[in-house]
């Protein structure tokens, strides 16, 4: 934790073992892996931070132009 705070940030304070705790980040990063990361060898940091930020920008505007469900 102190090498955390160092950098400015804080650990999660959820309990070992509490899976709803970092389920919604462990799906983003699944998310992103599969459909950014695994999908070529990017050549620098610059063109993947590219992609990364396209992919985000397309999900999100793709998730806001849906209707919402009729539940």
């Known amino acids: 934790m102190q090498a955390l705070g160092r950098h400015g ?3 999660s304070l959820g309990r070992v073992g509490a899976a ?3 389920a919604a ?10 459909n950014v ?4 060898i ?5 063109e993947l931070r ?3 930020v ?3 920008e397309r999900t999100t505007t793709a998730a806001d132009a849906k209707p919402p469900s009729a539940d």
């Open 54 to 56: 396209a992919w985000i």
């Open 20 to 22: 709803g705790d970092n």
């Open 9 to 11: 940030l804080v650990g």
């Open 25 to 34: 980040m462990e799906s983003f990063f699944a998310l992103l892996q599969n």
């Open 42 to 46: 990017w050549s620098t940091r610059d």
């Open 50 to 52: 590219i992609a990364i």
């Open 37 to 40: 990361l695994d999908r070529r």
